[in-house]
């Protein structure tokens, strides 16, 4: 079945279930129903969060599931063959595109045209965040993007690029921006149950808007050092808050049209659950270290694997291997709890000596256990398979913050681990394939069936909802070509 077909009638259900506005944005215009321009911030924003969750956390999430070999293709499937083996076209993200385009990110402009005019500045706010977050998947993704003349509508149906690095100081800024206005004015209105990430808690959303500034300036790192270290800083000269908490959707129920999107793409819609299975990069590791979260993952504590991409060998004991862990009720996590942690470890290592670098490092491993009822004591503890190397160099300590972040992703946040790894190269690629005695747990191996040669990808191409709709769509560029920000 093809995967747009799946998504455009998840994405239409979703819709239809989150929010009663899709009732209220009828394109007939019956008075009754008031127009997308007459909707209100309460109805358009639990609108726009389902749209960048749908994307992010579904067709996107199995991209990352398989570039971050957490899974790979059943050798008996062949529904992400395309995918496992990097031969991505322009025809394959049409939709998660159009979710982040045409749902998400034009509903929250309209908030923010609306909300600015109202000096409402807490779905102001609010909405500047799931913006700046949805700009920053969508760069992250394919470098340039339409962004300074784009979500005009009708008056500009030909947006030009821009280059991801401008964008990010777009972002950045404007979150300041949304940071700085009065949260105890009397024209603020106070959200409620539509608000499916918070709730309403204006102070989660200020350590959201803080943690994603944080996660924006660690993308820096490489390309822009100067300028990550400063943002980093003044972050924390400012008493910044950051997150304790997942920032997500867990609304999520089994029952039709209201389930996990990638539940909902890769288990109902498809009718089975034997696409993905476990990549031996993973579950090797996973072995390696007695780690219990094996179990929630894959079912077993002895699951069985598939060497990233082999998906046309021939081997009998592929045929048995472990289809990884879905719920109906998965949350989408937008940042998590424990990836907030690993970010303010990383943090304090690079530019504060250090200092409570450790300890974040920790509640990170705990949280990470903790989601799935385990206790990371032992293995956090001087001398335990994840013990802080607290002796060791810059790198080591780096990539034992990724790894454990790696470690935390899969699920509907895989594709973040997909980008850090592309930001610091964490966890290693392994000299030889994952079948050779050699092979260490856990370092990445390219595809078995690998279009691109010994090279990863480090992008996506421009879809063709845009490329055939949109004359500035800039020249398409390798897979292998890093965006702005990669290592």
């Not at 409620?192 to 820096?220: C, P, V």
């Not at 894959?298 to 082999?310: E, K, L, M, R, Y």
């Not at 895989?414 to 394939?433: D, K, Q």
């Not at 069936?449 to 560029?477: C, H, M, W, Y």
Request: net charge negative; with cysteine.
């Amino acid at each position: 079945m093809n995967l747009q077909k799946i998504m455009f009638g998840f994405t239409l259900g979703t819709g239809i279930f989150f929010s009663s506005c899709k009732k209220q944005l009828d394109i007939n215009h019956d008075p009754n129903n008031p127009t997308t321009d007459q909707a209100t911030p309460k109805l358009l924003f639990p609108a726009a969060v389902i749209s960048a969750a749908s994307a992010t956390g579904g067709e996107l999430a199995i991209i990352g599931m398989l570039w971050s070999e957490y899974t790979t293709e059943d050798v008996s499937s062949s529904q992400y063959r395309n995918f496992d083996s990097y031969n991505v076209s322009n025809s394959d993200l049409n939709t998660g595109y159009n979710q982040l385009y045409t749902g998400a990110l034009n509903d929250l402009q309209l908030i923010l045209d609306k909300t600015r005019a109202l000096e409402d500045w807490n779905y102001y706010l609010m909405a500047t965040v799931m913006k700046a977050y949805t700009y920053e998947v969508l760069v992250d993704l394919y470098d340039q993007v339409p962004y300074a003349n784009a979500l005009q509508g009708a008056e500009n149906l030909q947006p030009s690029f821009n280059k991801g690095d401008s964008i990010y100081e777009v972002l950045l800024s404007s979150l300041d921006s949304a940071l700085n206005k009065d949260f105890t004015a009397s024209t603020n209105s106070v959200p409620g149950s539509e608000d499916y990430i918070f709730g309403g808690d204006i102070s989660k959303w200020i350590a959201f808007a803080h943690t994603l500034q944080l996660k924006m300036y660690l993308r820096m790192v490489n390309a822009r050092p100067d300028e990550a270290q400063a943002g980093i800083i003044a972050l924390y000269n400012e008493g910044a808050e950051f997150l304790t908490e997942d920032a997500g959707v867990t609304q999520w129920t089994d029952v039709p049209n209201k389930q996990n999107p990638f539940y909902a793409q890769n288990i109902y819609a498809l009718n089975t659950p034997s696409n993905l299975k476990a990549s031996v990069t993973f579950i090797s590791w996973l072995k390696s270290n007695n780690d219990p979260r094996i179990e929630s993952y894959f079912g077993t504590s002895a699951p069985v694997g598939i060497d990233q991409g082999n998906y046309l060998s021939t081997d009998p004991v592929y045929k048995t291997s472990t289809q990884f862990v879905q719920h109906a009720s998965d949350p989408v996590q937008f940042i998590s709890g424990p990836e907030s942690y690993f970010m303010q470890a990383e943090a304090r290592e690079r530019y504060f000596g250090g200092d409570q670098a450790a300890a974040l490092y920790n509640a990170g491993v705990t949280a990470a256990f903790n989601i799935y009822g385990f206790d990371a004591a032992s293995f956090i503890a001087p001398g335990g398979k994840y013990a802080y190397p607290v002796g060791g160099s810059l790198d080591e300590k780096i990539d034992a913050i990724i790894t454990q972040k790696w470690a935390s992703l899969p699920g509907s946040h895989a594709l973040e681990a997909w980008f850090e790894r592309n930001r610091t190269g964490f966890p290693l690629t392994s000299p030889v394939y994952s079948t050779d005695l050699s092979y260490i747990p856990g370092q990445f191996v390219v595809s078995a069936t690998s279009v691109l040669g010994q090279a990863f990808p480090k992008r996506i191409v421009f879809p063709d909802v845009e490329r055939s709709r949109n004359k500035n769509t800039p020249a398409q560029v390798p897979l292998t070509t890093p965006v702005w920000w990669g290592k």
